[in-house]
């Protein structure tokens, strides 16, 4: 089995990956198509999701005595997966809408998906500021219900790719099977 020290070397490499292919290819390093805002915001939007769906199976994994020490890694993940998201917002924000509120009133409104975004970043910020162990220990109670909200953070972010999707809707829709099977499994896991 591996160490845990090791095991949260490799996830933050992993979670930092993503983060250097875009800053490589913003300095030009890589090629990241014709539209580099587009590439990131799609990029950074797909990170943050995928890592909120890791850190949902975390726990199911940790049955498992072969996985038992991801759980450690939950906070990393999570953490990380609010970083992406905070930089898919300020990019939409700064880049994109190059802070236009006109603009971004009109999205609201032309592009209800923007919304549902929304939703999934403020469901999770309370998340990543209650994430450190003090918090975790003050709160309690308290802190396992907030951190319930992470079911509400994924299920928007996927809503939100979803409705933005034109043509092609399998690899959102695959999100959303992973994510009631994740939910069911969570339901059978508890009942036992
Ligand atoms: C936890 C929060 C969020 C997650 C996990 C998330 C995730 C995603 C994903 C997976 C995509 C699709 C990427 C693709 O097509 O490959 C996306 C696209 C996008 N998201 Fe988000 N998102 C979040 C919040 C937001 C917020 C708050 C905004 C803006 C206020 C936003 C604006 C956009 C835009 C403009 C696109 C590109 C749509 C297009 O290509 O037309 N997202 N996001």
Redesign the pocket.
Known sequence: MLSIKLLKWIAFILSLLPLIILILGIINFINLGPNIV?EV??????T??NL?MIVLLIPLMAKHSLFRNFLILSRMLGLF??F??AL??SV??FI?RSMSILS?QD?FIS?P??LA??I??I??IPLALTSFRRAQIRLKELWKKIHQLIYL?TA??II??IW??KIDLS??MLYLVGFLIILELKKGFRAT
């Open positions: 587009e915001l799609h990029r950074t939007g797909n943050s999701l909120l997966s609010f992406y998201a898919h917002l939409y924000l994109d971004i999205d592009r998906y923007i975004g929304m999934a970043f469901s999770i953070g928007s972010a939100h790719y933005q999707m690899i959102p």
